[in-house]
């Protein structure tokens, strides 16, 4: 049986504005790079993850359980849908604004990014994967003080989810990416040139994106690509039709 990926986004879906443009650029670069080994997601497709919403019946009780929430946990905590999508609207009513670029090799900052400066972060392979990068403007103009994205990601923990980029209850995350596509047998002076081409752009080239509820949807799909989708559902609009996922 295919492994089902449930995941709260954002972004997903048409790009327009600011956003496409910098999508189209940055994949354009990359392209012109790395040719036929560069595969760029559709722009559709390509999308911010807030958090997993994924789960499996604990044959034990029955309940739905996140197996990442256990294993670092210890307990089979049952998810709660509704409490989930509550916490949702309650951190992105009103919106939060995401700047993505902007950042200098040697640019003050107010902040790390898994240890990082933010420059080398806001684009980098990982894996096979180009990931590009953003962070709450809050966090940008105050520091490490205020990073709601990781509070969003915690508060899940009241509704059974775990982030799985929390790898213990202390961790934190208020990382927005969102993977523009992958390479295939690229050798790493080719990635590192495409690496380097796009941060210098993003430099010179930030944007704001809003991020509001209205923004966010639940995708099911039988990829971490989330291409096909098997279910697409907006928060808040969809509600019922995403609640009986769970059933």
Do not use: C
Request: proline fraction near 5%; hydrophobic fraction near 40%.
């Amino acid at each position: 049986m295919s492994v089902r990926w449930t995941t709260a986004v954002a972004l997903f879906g048409a790009k327009e504005g600011p956003l496409e443009d910098l999508l189209r650029a940055v994949q354009g670069i990359v392209s012109d790079e790395l040719g036929e080994k560069f595969h760029p997601y559709t722009l559709e497709q390509i999308h911010g993850t807030l958090i997993g919403l994924d789960f499996v019946i604990d044959q034990d009780s029955g309940l739905l359980i996140q197996e990442h929430y256990s294993e670092v946990t210890g307990s089979a905590t049952p998810v709660v849908p509704e409490e989930a999508l509550a916490i949702l609207r309650s951190a992105l009513e009103p919106s939060l604004r995401v700047r993505i670029g902007g950042f200098g090799p040697r640019s003050a900052t107010t902040f790390a990014s898994r240890g990082e400066h933010p420059y080398h972060r806001m684009f980098s392979v990982q894996g096979d994967a180009f990931v590009l990068t953003g962070w709450p403007l809050v966090t940008i103009e105050r520091g490490s003080s205020q990073i709601p994205l990781n509070d969003l990601r915690r508060s899940m923990n009241k509704a059974g989810l775990m982030h799985h980029y929390h790898r213990s209850m202390t961790d934190s995350d208020n990382d927005l990416y969102l993977v523009i596509g992958h390479h295939e047998a690229s050798p790493g002076h080719e990635t590192a040139a495409a690496v380097s081409k796009v941060r210098s752009y993003l430099a010179e080239h930030p944007i704001e994106v809003d991020l509001g509820i209205e923004q966010v949807t639940v995708v099911v799909s039988e990829s971490r690509t989330l291409a096909p989708t098997l279910f697409t559902g907006r928060v808040p609009a969809d509600e019922k039709a995403i609640l009986k996922l769970f059933t």
